[in-house]
């Protein structure tokens, strides 16, 4: 069984930073990538950032149009770790986010291609 686990979460005001971090443990799996998605009360999930490994650290990113130049992903393969440093944090990036994994090709900002999911880590900025 492969678990997820985000940490980094809380109450920032705006302008403030945060920095999200996600492990997985288990048994040994083999991740292609992994992501970082929100939802927030009422709405969709929606995708934040992504990395697609090469090699054993870094790879290529990914970040949604609404948090370019704001959030910044990276990852350690071999540990099966994923960051997601977010700067200038804005009321509208509240919401619950999640870190997940996918094992599988396919579009890394579909959730629909990530089989593993953490519980998810609150994230709260005010005005």
């Known amino acids: 069984q492969v678990q997820l686990v985000e940490s980094g979460g809380g109450l920032v005001q705006a302008g403030g930073s945060l920095r999200l971090s996600c492990a997985a443990s288990?048994?040994?799996?083999?991740?292609?990538?992994m992501g970082w998605f929100r939802q927030a009360p009422g709405k969709e999930r929606e995708f934040v950032a992504a990395i697609t490994w090469s090699g054993w650290s870094g790879g290529i990113v990914y970040h949604a149009d609404s948090v370019k130049n704001r959030f910044t992903i990276s990852g350690d393969n071999a540990k099966s770790t994923v960051y997601l440093q977010m700067n200038s944090l804005k009321p509208e990036d509240t919401a619950v986010y999640y870190c997940?994994?996918?094992?599988?090709?396919?579009?890394?900002?579909?959730?629909?291609?990530?089989?593993?999911w953490g519980q998810g880590t609150q994230v709260t900025v005010s005005s």
């Open positions: 997940a994994a996918r094992s599988v090709a396919g579009s890394p900002v579909s959730s629909m291609n990530y089989h593993y």
């Open positions: 288990g048994r040994t799996f083999s991740s292609i990538g």
